[in-house]
């Protein structure tokens, strides 16, 4: 028996959950269909608990990549949420919009001949501080009753601090807010929790509707292709442990599953490369060439150092001091369990200071390595600072493996493979490198452990960083919004899918560009943001229909 909602939210990740509570809120009707797991879970919801998961949980998907030529043949993962709330559910919480450049440049591509709809700071910002409530800020830019909560770390530990007045003995000014005026500095980060308890799109939006009888959500279950008719999406098959089902639409199918998953998505229904889509047996309903092209990540190259005294997370993450500190946390509310287990993090720019940001640093109080990296340094009292070119130039793609929804995409990520990208790298390196050699932290570092500090050539880095590099968590771009005539637009600038009605994306796969920083809060105001357009659209319709 078919199912009838107003709307279908395909994915309950960062943007899923907005637009569909967003919608509920205007009285609609909306299935939210998850293909992930409850967001209910103790160490998803204590801040660091994600440390214990990451590599390898049932609350991760975990994407393999193809063969990377330009990193010498090397396969790597980019790990996703597999669970409601997606990356807000199992991330390390840092809340950053990107500045309003990011958004400016966006709005300079997008307002040729898109009616008009603008994307520039001043309309998205109305977005971000809309959904935030902040604990410490409340001016033009914050807002403190938002259902997000933001809130700063609950811990922040001696390493954090040393790293925050080393990047200030190099000349860094102290930023008390990446968010404010200006991104460029070093400090510490703000992250979508309070009082030691995750704040996830799941929790801030789609906890308060929990028993609305206007949404439905159903985990575990997967969109195997959207239903469409006459160049219009009227509903989606899925299939969950019960079987294979029908669900029909009356408004608009919006799909939110991520910059990997959303494009294989539209593939499956016959929207996208028609020659890519004629191989594995589809058939074409439209010929959309973009789709799965322009794949942005931002890529990630840890520096390691071993310390001279027992500084730092490592050992209080098991035995004794495990149940101690959770004892500390269940009974007062305090203590390490409170911290995301990084606090502190800077902007630069290395090549020239006086340009906006070119990498984001994170300063993590222990070793930290990608699964297929954690043989290479036992594990020590030690930091990690992982450097990340901001505005990546290097692009990859995303394909279908098969015609089998089961099957997991074909993702190539291409991350350092711009020139440009490994030159940003390079130089982010040796400039975090000296807070290792100097200042507080240099004092308590007695060994570098990678890169070799003996040779920091172009050459010597660019072989660590080739073997290092690591995704960010942050892909996006796999279809892009872009400008009428634009062949590689696959979406209009209020992120309708070209050519066919009623369907729209809303998620980071949508952005021309990346923003500088994490992208969780932009992924949220883009839920918000699609909402609004297909809520003021159906007003001005009736408007126009009662005149």
């Known amino acids: 028996m078919a199912e009838n909602y107003d709307h279908i939210v395909v994915g309950g990740g960062a943007s899923g959950c907005v637009v569909a509570a967003r919608l509920v809120e205007a009285g609609r009707r909306v299935l939210l269909l998850e293909a992930g797991h409850s967001h209910h879970h103790p160490l998803l919801d204590m801040p660091p608990g994600i440390f214990k998961m990451i590599n390898g949980s049932k609350f991760m998907r975990y994407h393999a990549t193809t063969p990377q030529e330009h990193l010498d043949g090397r396969v790597h993962e980019i790990s996703q949420g597999n669970v409601l709330g997606g990356g807000t559910s199992v991330n390390a919480q840092v809340y950053m919009r990107g500045r309003p450049s990011d958004y400016d440049s966006w709005d300079e591509l997008l307002r ?172 074409v309903v439209l010929d959309s060439p973009a789709v799965g092209q322009n794949l942005i990540d931002h890529p990630e190259v840890p520096i390691l150092a071993h310390f001279s005294g027992p500084y730092g997370y490592f050992g209080h993450t098991d035995g004794w001091r495990m149940i101690m500190h959770g004892l500390q946390f269940k009974v007062f509310g305090t203590g390490m369990v409170t911290s995301a287990g990084v606090e502190a993090g800077a902007f630069v720019n ?35 600072v992982t450097t990340v070119v901001t505005k990546p130039k290097s692009r990859g793609f995303v394909k279908l493996r098969s015609a089998n929804p089961a099957d997991m995409p074909i993702v190539s990520p291409h991350l350092l493979k711009h020139p440009d990208d490994m030159a940003t790298m390079i130089a982010g390196q040796r400039f975090f490198l000296r807070a290792f050699q100097e200042g507080p932290l240099g004092k308590r570092v007695d060994k570098i452990l990678r890169p070799d500090p003996a040779d920091l050539s172009d050459e010597a880095l660019a072989t660590h960083c080739k073997r290092m590099v690591k995704t960010n968590y942050h892909p996006a771009g796999t279809c892009r919004m872009g400008p009428d005539g634009d062949p590689l637009a696959v979406l209009d600038a209020q992120m309708q899918v070209r050519g066919i009605g009623n369907l729209r994306v809303a998620d980071m796969s949508v952005c021309p560009t990346i923003n500088a920083g994490n992208t969780a809060a932009p992924a949220m105001m883009l839920g918000d943001r699609c909402a609004q357009f297909i809520i003021g659209e159906q007003m001005a319709e009736r408007v126009h229909h009662v005149a």
């Not at 994170?362 to 030690?382: A, E, N, Q, S, W």
Request: glycine fraction near 10%.
């Open 112 to 283: 040729g001949n898109n009616a008009g709809i603008r994307w520039d700071w001043d309309h998205v910002l109305p977005h971000f501080r809309g959904m935030e409530g902040n604990n410490r800020f409340f001016d033009e830019r914050h807002n403190d009753s938002g259902p997000l909560l933001v809130s700063d770390p609950g811990h922040i530990d001696d390493v954090s601090r040393w790293f925050v007045q080393s990047m200030q003995s190099l000349g860094v000014h102290f930023n008390p807010d990446f968010n404010g005026p200006r991104q460029t500095g070093v400090g510490f980060y703000q992250f979508m929790n309070r009082r030691g308890k995750r704040s996830s799109a799941a929790y801030a939006f789609i906890e308060p509707l929990r028993k609305n009888p206007r949404l439905t959500v159903k985990l575990n279950a997967t969109v195997e292709r959207i239903l469409i008719e006459r160049e219009q999406a009227t509903g989606v098959v899925y299939s969950d442990g019960t079987g294979q089902h029908t669900a029909h639409s009356d408004g608009e199918v919006i799909v939110c599953s991520g910059a990997l998953v959303t494009p294989k998505v539209l593939m499956l229904s016959g929207i996208g490369p028609a020659d890519e889509l004629r191989r594995h047996g589809i058939d």
């Open 350 to 384: 290395p090549l020239d200071p006086e340009a906006e940001p070119s990498i984001q640093a994170f300063c993590v109080p222990f070793v930290y390595l990608d699964r297929d990296l954690l043989k290479l340094i036992d594990p020590t009292h030690g930091v990690t």
